[in-house]
């Protein structure tokens, strides 16, 4: 009888012990799937964060460089009116009448040409030649 008797203790001592080694795994578990979420949560607030940044540094950069240009078309355009009410300048020989008109701010390859014209929308100057094409643009504003 001993030994029946000693059977079911012992089984119950196992069960007990497997309960708290599977509560204890399973705790584990959930610590270690909380701690992974937070982790993940974290990580993804700080890529949002860089990325908020990354975006407005794009903007700023965009935003000053068509400033820059906006302004460097201003200044180009400026010149080319002052220069083209000089009476001095009819006068002038017609490479010496570009440089004067069309200065080297306006000679980048990205800006494309520029065109002086009368009121009635005749080319009177080119930036591309010195000797300017001809054509008619009353038609466009």
């Known amino acids: 009888m001993n030994v029946s008797s000693a059977t079911p203790r012992t089984g119950k001592i196992a069960s007990n012990t497997e309960r708290l080694l599977i ?9 270690i ?3 992974v979420t937070y ?19 794009i903007v700023q950069l965009i935003d000053a460089d068509v400033l820059r240009n906006v302004e460097l078309y ?6 080319l009116i002052s220069a083209a ?11 010496i009448r570009h440089l004067a008109l069309f200065d080297r701010a306006t ?13 009635h929308g005749d080319v009177l100057a080119d930036s591309a030649s010195v000797v300017p094409r001809t054509g008619n643009y009353a038609d466009r504003e």
């Not at 201003?74 to 010149?79: E, I, P």
């Open 23 to 31: 509560l204890s795994s399973s705790l584990i578990v959930v610590a």
């Open 33 to 35: 799937l909380g701690i």
């Open 39 to 57: 982790l993940l949560i974290r990580e993804h607030a700080a890529a949002e964060q860089a990325a908020t940044r990354a975006a407005n540094n």
């Open 74 to 79: 201003d200044l180009s355009l400026k010149g």
């Open 85 to 95: 009410q000089r009476d001095d300048l009819k006068d002038a020989s017609a490479s």
């Open 107 to 119: 000679a980048a390859p990205y800006k494309g040409d520029i065109l002086l014209l009368d009121r």
